[in-house]
């Protein structure tokens, strides 16, 4: 086994624990960090049923001018971490749970279609936008002040999603016009409409693209998380409900048990 598999294989073995997997040192580069990101999602993936999507993270201008980076980066989703809007999810697995609202793609049978990976080949390639929560867990890292090589590492501390039930093709959403809300146990928290970090068919563009160029495909049926529209939003230990809404795309809850 060698030095790379066998620190997935603890990685992965502490987060199907419910801990945030950590490193021994920062990858030297992003080409190293998506080696060890492949070898956790692969590890994980046996475990959680199997890969599902894919998240991006670092697609607004202001992220990558932070991280001095000219793309964005993406992480795996996994199958057993996909939830339904309604979803009843112990906050004991996700001690350090923080939220993003997101336009979520649903890929579709033309993401066989291939290169060239422009616009009209993501349009193609969507079957249909929800939105969408993504969960995350830092284990109480600051995320402007972690190495991006660490981040993509850990797959950018995604530890699922959770989509809304209502759906739309993408010609028939306006994404330049979305408003959306967040709401903690009924209080609002967040607001913001044409919030989006990158249109969403450029985010899935790009992400087809990368993949390529990374030897992977991306299969019908796969989630695509945009981008979020408003900041990071840390879930307070003593939250229990989550309830987002997304202009022409209803609503997205969640539940936490004590």
Same mark, same amino acid.
Request: hydrophobic content about 50%; proline content about 7%; overall charge negative.
């Given at each position: 086994?060698?030095?790379?598999?066998?620190?997935?294989?603890?990685?992965?073995?502490?987060?199907?624990?419910?801990?945030?997997?950590? &490193?021994?040192?920062?990858?030297?580069?992003?080409?190293?960090?998506?080696?060890?990101?492949?070898?956790?999602? @692969?590890?994980?993936?046996?475990?959680?049923?199997?890969?599902?999507?894919?998240?991006?993270?670092?697609?607004?201008?202001?992220?990558?001018?932070?991280? =001095?980076?000219?793309?964005? %980066? $993406?992480?795996?989703?996994?199958?057993?971490?996909?939830h339904a809007s309604g979803a009843e999810l112990?906050?004991?697995?996700?001690?350090?749970?923080?939220?993003?609202?997101?336009?979520?793609?649903?890929?579709?049978?033309g993401v066989r279609r291939g290169a060239p990976?422009?616009?009209?080949?993501?349009?193609?390639?969507?079957?249909?936008?929800?939105?969408?929560?993504?969960?995350?867990?830092?284990?109480?890292?600051? &995320?402007?002040?972690?190495?991006?090589?660490?981040?993509?590492? &850990?797959?950018?501390?995604? %530890?699922?999603?959770?989509?809304?039930?209502?759906?739309?093709?993408?010609?028939?959403?306006?994404?330049? @016009?979305?408003? %959306?809300?967040?709401?903690?146990? =009924?209080r609002q928290v967040a607001e913001a409409r044409?919030?989006?970090?990158?249109?969403?068919?450029?985010?899935?563009?790009?992400?087809?693209?990368?993949?390529?160029?990374?030897?992977?495909?991306?299969?019908?049926?796969?989630?695509?998380? $945009? =981008?979020?529209?408003?900041?990071?939003?840390?879930?307070?230990?003593?939250?229990?409900?989550?309830? $987002?809404?997304?202009?022409?795309?209803?609503?997205?809850?969640?539940?936490?048990?004590?």
């Open positions: 086994m060698s030095a790379t598999t066998s620190t997935a294989e603890s990685m992965a073995e502490a987060r199907m624990s419910g801990a945030v997997p950590g &490193l021994a040192e920062t990858p030297p580069d992003l080409a190293a960090a998506y080696a060890l990101q492949d070898a956790y999602a @692969a590890a994980v993936a046996r475990r959680a049923g199997g890969i599902a999507g894919y998240k991006l993270a670092v697609n607004g201008k202001a992220q990558m001018a932070h991280f =001095g980076v000219r793309e964005p %980066v $993406c992480a795996r989703l996994f199958g057993a971490e996909i112990p906050r004991s697995r996700l001690p350090g749970l923080a939220v993003e609202v997101e336009l979520a793609a649903i890929l579709g049978e990976f422009d616009r009209a080949a993501a349009l193609a390639a969507i079957d249909r936008f929800h939105a969408a929560f993504e969960l995350i867990d830092m284990g109480g890292r600051n &995320l402007a002040a972690t190495p991006l090589a660490e981040a993509v590492a &850990l797959n950018v501390f995604n %530890v699922g999603a959770v989509l809304g039930a209502q759906s739309v093709p993408p010609g028939a959403l306006d994404t330049g @016009a979305i408003g %959306v809300t967040l709401e903690i146990d =009924g044409g919030a989006a970090p990158q249109d969403p068919v450029d985010a899935v563009a790009w992400l087809l693209g990368h993949l390529a160029g990374r030897g992977i495909a991306a299969e019908p049926g796969m989630v695509v998380l $945009c =981008g979020t529209h408003v900041p990071l939003t840390p879930v307070p230990p003593a939250a229990r409900q989550l309830r $987002c809404t997304m202009t022409g795309l209803g609503e997205v809850r969640l539940s936490l048990l004590p």
